[in-house]
């Protein structure tokens, strides 16, 4: 089982604005769960949240910002990858 803390815990520990999680759901860029009325973060979710604060609140990157940063670093690692197999499959053929 995963260990979860409360979005009130994360705001307190990082000085965040509950706020920004209203954001990222909004724009898609994250889903929470919910618990009695209280917004749950998995621990698989906090390096992704811990990332994502540093660009809204430390680079001051707005919500829409963060959705376009996050596709491009997503097709950037599907690039990579893609590019690591042909080299794999051309490795065959020498």
């Known amino acids: 089982m995963s260990n979860r803390i409360t ?4 705001c307190s520990f990082y000085k965040t604005d509950p706020e920004f999680f209203e ?5 898609g860029i994250m889903d929470f ?4 009325n209280e917004i749950i973060i ?26 376009v ?3 491009l670093l997503q097709r950037q690692h599907k690039l990579i990858s893609d590019l690591d197999e042909l080299k794999r499959q051309l490795a065959l053929f020498k």
């Open 42 to 67: 998995d621990d698989e979710q906090l390096s992704e949240l811990e990332k994502l604060r540093y660009w809204r609140y430390e680079l001051q990157i707005n919500p829409e910002g963060i959705d």
């Open 69 to 71: 940063i996050r596709q």
């Open 23 to 27: 954001e990222l759901a909004a724009h």
């Open 7 to 10: 979005v009130t815990q994360f």
């Open 33 to 36: 769960e919910s618990e009695k």
